[in-house]
């Protein structure tokens, strides 16, 4: 026996786990859970995760089943799916052989009520608006132009990289202090809080690390991962800053409560970046060229302009406009010939209806047929039409019409 043949393919070995987990759940399973990382796909299908305290477990809501299950959502009263809904869900299990992971593939899926995340969040948020930390009013002015810009942020993060390439191409002069801080775990919160007093600390002491604009940023996640800013104590934070406070915190479609506290919020931290990066020098060149091009295109019409005028001669100009005239009177004639033949085919056409419809009326006039011999016989009494003999009697007084004349005459006697 080959010492090998004990070992098992992984696709085999796949195979039989997804067997086994068939038969172990062969039929639909219930789940009670909360929505986390809701994902729509460019696919159609939604990926998520069914979460409680202490485990996940992957799902995936293909497109076909969308509108049911939103018709249910509806229903309750919710009109999207999102992050921290408490829902009951109905489906199969699935093993993905390529990634090696289960799921469940959702086919029914009812809201149970408003995760208890979310519920923070709409609670402190509710709570934050009273106390008008959401008011425009209490909003600092972005400055247009800062030197030192100070970006709250981890300092592994993608989402720096892709803030100092936009301004390293954008805007190269900006100074950029880093302050560097956890962006998801239970300490972030406070390194987020600590970074903004050290910041508001140096601005208003005018302290080597002073800046005058604050971007706080960190790159997407789920709501879980995105929490330390939605946080009460980095809600209080930003509101006694007194920097100017960006914050670009996630995708464009994520909203945390440091959104909603900040002087402006952009919807990615690149957007962010791009927002204190307008230069002047740009500007002004990019005025300053506009400027030389709509000249040089001014400078040119004019002298296309002049020399096509001095071209033309005053002859020229005559006998332009002697073709024009003589094209128009040339219009104007075979308009009017056009019209007169139009009207006189009508005319012609008219006149031969009225003779036809002439024609039939006389040969329809039963006194032409005087003309040709006949006579037409009345009843004198009644002055009846008399057109058989049956129609009159003896003695009957008759009234007999010829071409020429008419006369009277007694019937007599009469025969059949």
Not at 9 to 36: A, C, H, N, Q
Not at 243 to 265: K, M, N, Q, V, W
Request: one cysteine or more; aromatic letters at 8%; glycine letters at 6%.
């Amino acid at each position: 026996m080959d010492s090998t043949d004990r070992y098992i393919s992984v696709s085999t070995f796949s195979d039989m786990i997804k067997l086994s987990m068939e038969r172990l759940f062969p039929g639909t399973i219930y789940l009670k859970g909360e929505i986390s990382g809701f994902r729509p796909s460019s696919t159609g299908h939604w990926y998520l995760t069914i979460k409680d305290d202490e485990a996940v477990i992957s799902a995936v809501i293909f497109k076909g089943t969308h509108s049911s299950i939103l018709d249910d959502f509806n229903k309750s009263g919710i009109k999207n799916i999102k992050d921290g809904q408490e829902v009951l869900v109905e489906g199969k299990i699935n093993l993905y052989k390529k990634s090696g992971s289960y799921n469940i593939i959702i086919n029914k899926m009812k809201p149970l009520g408003i995760g208890e995340l979310y519920f923070k969040f709409e609670e402190l948020k509710k709570e934050l608006s009273e106390l008008g930390f959401f008011d425009q009013a209490v909003k600092k002015n972005i400055p247009s132009h800062p030197r030192v810009l100070g970006i709250v942020t981890s300092p592994t993060g993608a989402a720096l990289q892709d803030m100092l390439n936009v301004l390293k191409r954008r805007a190269p002069g900006i100074q950029v202090k880093i302050f560097p801080v956890a962006v998801q775990g239970d300490n972030a919160k406070n390194e987020i809080v600590k970074a903004i007093n050290y910041a508001d600390f140096n601005f208003i002491n005018d302290g080597k690390d002073k800046v005058d604009v604050l971007i706080l940023a960190r790159g997407g996640g789920s709501i879980e991962d995105l929490w330390p800013f939605n946080e009460k104590i980095v809600a209080y934070a930003i509101n006694k800053c007194n920097i100017p406070i960006i914050s670009g915190i996630g995708h464009e479609i994520d909203f945390t409560i440091a959104d909603f506290c900040s002087d402006l919020r952009a919807p990615t931290p690149s957007a962010a970046a791009e927002l204190v990066s307008k230069s002047s020098e740009e500007i002004n060149s990019t005025v300053s060229s506009l400027q030389l091009r709509i000249q040089a295109v001014m400078k040119s019409m004019i002298r296309n302009a002049r020399m096509r005028f001095d071209a033309v001669s005053s002859t020229k100009l005559n006998r332009a406009f002697r073709r024009i005239y003589e094209s128009k009177l040339q219009d104007h004639a075979y308009l009017d010939e056009k019209i007169r033949n139009i009207f006189k085919n009508k005319i012609t056409s008219y006149r031969h209806s009225l003779e036809l419809v002439n024609k039939r009326l006389i040969a329809l006039n039963p006194l032409n047929i005087l003309e040709r011999g006949y006579s037409v016989v009345y009843r004198v009494d009644d002055g009846k039409l008399i057109s058989s003999v049956g129609s009159i009697d003896n003695h009957d007084l008759i009234k007999v019409v010829m071409k020429d004349g008419d006369f009277k005459a007694l019937v007599e006697n009469k025969d059949f």
